[in-house]
């Protein structure tokens, strides 16, 4: 995936250039994107109609007083665009630059004409909001002529759709650095999602040859995750050369990246239809009951989803209860014992609550099963204590064998920040070798340096970086870069215990938590670790919780890089022996 994105940059500077030359004084910074991405979007729908456009016109004329729906037509190769899409008004937006008197009401005619779906992609812009603007301040003509100029070549022929959605998601992150939003919810680098095909794919190459998959992304922004996965799975010169059918299915909640989404779709000639706007958690748009074979997503982390609560019902803020059979999951107590929480993640951070909505989405075993690939920090790896929600979800994961690998990738990976970021690989069918265990790749030092940074994203993944991840995930390595280690290893138990004065000498009781690995056994570790140095301490069995936190740190410390004790102690004395030497000669 080669994506030469410095010949991107002069057309993506033009069409940045139409803020100052164009929308300074008229608009806020915070509303260029409203007038931008829109017009991107249908210059891009424009050029791409353009061959067909005298053909529509022409079928439309003939058959619109004797056909109510002419869609069929419209968008059939012999009779209308060959797309998924048309317009039937006499205008394009180079010819509603030859009439600049009548700009405005032909360019509301121009919209107008569009098909229905893309009338919902001008909806989610709200570019309609912009034309009395245009039309008060007098930039109509301006604005039409600037995205017609030569230098903004956006022809489908011209830029694929992989340079168009980097070309959108750097522009959304331009305007989010400009006016200090909290950027780039939806911008995955595109050689991570490169990492994320290969990972999810390859290890079933040869089961999906033939046949018919469903993709899908509950967050999927741009749309890319999507096409590139396709694309990856389905290249005649890739490594998979599948002919296998894939159904593309994504939602997403912000209007803006909807219609890009959306807009990408249609010119990719998928289904429209199969992107859905809205909140996944809250309103989930396709059927219940549909299943999918593979799916890849970077969810939002660090991010509210307090409204989705609110329309969940969620209950008192002290005890969440939700009636939705995506988050009420059976584990297990610290007696072995099954049983039915709700598992919710706190209200200020939502990524596990998609992963959770991911796994019920899985295709049963028998079906073939499913794989995941997501994106999180490391808050879905170790943030809260067992018992807690989080813990719980990841519980619930390891204790259903479904987690398979968690990638930890290099720092200053990602446009929007600067934190550990991981990729989590999941599987309902693991192969034999991986059945009951976790692997883990500790993939920081896989990047090269960009000569230029774009946000925080300050390196870049080569292709024979990817290489090499992809190898250290399919061979199941066990070295310093991979550890494989069984589930139960990432459990504990979580036992407070209370000790008296008399253990320690400090005039008061007090309580603090022992944490107790599950393959121990807790009254031997007790006896052991606790009773035998503090004999009067009380161990609260009804205290007992199990936790789950994978750390990376931890399960890579190498105690054996430590220095020697008495070499240690040796350097200590001499650093005392040359103070006090300096010392003697400074009170002389």
């Known amino acids: 995936m080669n994506l030469d994105t410095q010949s991107l940059q002069p057309i993506i500077n033009f069409i940045w250039s139409v803020a100052d030359d164009v929308l300074i004084n008229k608009y806020l910074e915070n509303q260029y994107q409203d007038v931008i991405l829109p017009m991107t979007v249908l210059r891009r729908l424009d050029l791409a109609l353009e061959p067909s456009k005298d053909l529509v016109l022409e079928t439309y004329n003939e058959y619109k007083s004797k056909m109510d729906n002419l869609t069929g037509l419209l968008t059939s190769k012999d009779h209308g665009s060959g797309l998924e899409f048309y317009n039937t008004s006499p205008y394009t937006m180079k010819k509603l630059l030859d009439d600049p008197k009548n700009i405005d009401s032909n360019l509301e005619d121009y919209l107008n004409g569009f098909s229905e779906n893309v009338q919902d992609i001008i909806q989610k812009f709200k570019f309609r909001n912009q034309l009395d603007t245009f039309e008060e301040t007098g930039i109509t003509f301006s604005v039409l002529e600037k995205f017609c100029s030569p230098k903004v070549e956006l022809s489908p022929q011209k830029i694929s759709p992989m340079a168009m959605g980097y070309m959108f998601e750097d522009l959304i992150r331009r305007f989010n650095e400009k006016t200090n939003a909290a950027a780039g919810r939806h911008f995955t680098p595109r050689e991570i999602i490169e990492l994320m095909t290969h990972l999810v794919y390859l290890p079933v190459k040869d089961k999906i040859k033939k046949g018919t998959f469903l993709v899908y992304d509950p967050c999927a922004g741009s749309g890319a995750m999507l096409t590139q996965s396709k694309k990856f799975a389905t290249n005649q010169e890739g490594e998979i050369k599948s002919k ?17 989404c959306k807009s990408d779709m249609l010119l990719k000639e998928e289904d ?3 992107i859905q706007f809205g909140s996944t958690l809250s309103k989930y748009g396709f059927d219940p009951n549909l299943k999918f074979n593979f799916m890849l997503t970077n969810p939002p982390y660090g991010t509210s989803w307090k409204e989705d609560q609110k329309e969940l019902n969620v209950g008192t803020a002290k005890k969440i209860e939700i009636n939705d059979t995506r988050f009420n999951l059976e584990i297990k107590n610290f007696k072995g014992e099954l049983e039915k929480k709700c598992l919710t993640s706190r209200s200020n951070d939502g990524q596990l609550m998609f992963m959770l909505h991911m796994l019920s989405k899985m295709k049963d075993p028998k079906d073939g099963g499913s794989r995941i ?9 170790f943030t809260g204590d067992a018992g807690s929600g989080e813990s719980g979800i990841r519980q619930f994961l390891l204790e259903n064998d479904l987690l398979e690998a968690v990638i930890a990738l290099p720092l200053d990976i990602f446009y929007n ?8 690989i999941l599987s309902n069918k693991k192969k034999q070798s991986r059945k009951g265990k976790v692997q883990l ?3 920081d030092g896989f990047f090269k340096k960009r000569t230029k940074a774009l946000g925080h994203k300050k390196n870049d993944l080569s292709s024979k970086h990817i290489k090499e991840i992809v190898s250290l995930y399919l061979n199941e390595n066990d070295n310093e870069h991979s550890k494989i280690f ?4 990432f459990g504990y138990y979580s036992i407070k215990i209370k000790h008296s004065e008399n253990d320690f000498k400090t005039g008061n009781d007090f309580k603090d938590f022992e944490y107790i690995p599950l393959n121990e056994d807790i009254n031997e570790y007790l006896e052991n670790e606790v009773l035998t140095y503090t004999p009067n301490a009380k161990p609260d069995e009804k205290s007992i919780k199990i936790g789950y936190s994978i750390n990376f740190i931890e399960k890579f410390h190498n105690a054996g890089n430590y220095r020697d004790l008495s070499n240690i102690l040796e350097d200590i004395e001499k650093l005392e022996s040359k103070t006090l030497g300096l010392l003697k000669n400074v009170l002389k």
């Open 486 to 489: 069984t589930n139960n290893e």
């Open 441 to 443: 790749i500790k993939a």
């Open 417 to 424: 920040t600067p934190q550990p970021t991981y990729l989590l």
């Open 244 to 260: 296998a059918t894939f159904h593309l299915y994504g939602q997403e909640n912000t209007g803006e990246m909807y219609a890009v």
């Open 373 to 381: 690939a997501s994106v999180h920090n490391g808050s879905a790896l």
């Open 272 to 274: 429209p239809e199969k």
